[in-house]
């Protein structure tokens, strides 16, 4: 087992999250004003055409989609958040071993060292997702 990551780089991986964390929801806020105002549901109810439909709903299903991502990246930011505060952060959460400093760099709200990262995406299919 190593030892746990500097103080240094867990102030500024802080400080990145929480920018990150403020930046995310603002995203989120300003699609949800946007498809109040898009109004994709009133456009798929006026036109009559299937393609025209087809259109509305792709969109309404799109801006959804980018939504969900903000959500779900909200969701990693705020756990590792969390990490930081319990003093986990930069620990992997498979084998306590630390995770790189230039991994943390590349991605704050990693929660595996790269070793265990590559076993867990091969022994586990997520959605959507081709397993290796």
Excluded: W
């Amino acid at each position: 087992m190593t030892q746990a990551p500097s103080h240094e780089l867990v102030r500024r991986m802080h400080e990145r999250l929480e920018s990150r964390f403020r930046e995310l929801r603002e995203l989120i806020r300003q699609e949800l004003l946007a498809s109040d105002t898009e109004q994709y549901v009133d456009l798929a109810g006026r036109v009559h055409d299937t393609g025209d439909e087809s259109v509305a709903d792709l969109l309404a299903d799109v801006n959804l989609a980018v939504i969900d991502r903000h959500v779900e990246e909200v969701r990693d930011v705020d756990a590792a958040l969390m990490r930081i505060a319990d003093g986990t952060y930069g620990r992997c959460a498979d084998c306590s071993d630390e995770i790189d400093a230039a991994r943390l760099e590349a991605y704050p709200t990693a929660l595996r060292c790269h070793r265990c990262q590559a076993r867990h995406e091969q022994t586990h299919v997520q959605p959507g997702r081709p397993k290796l």
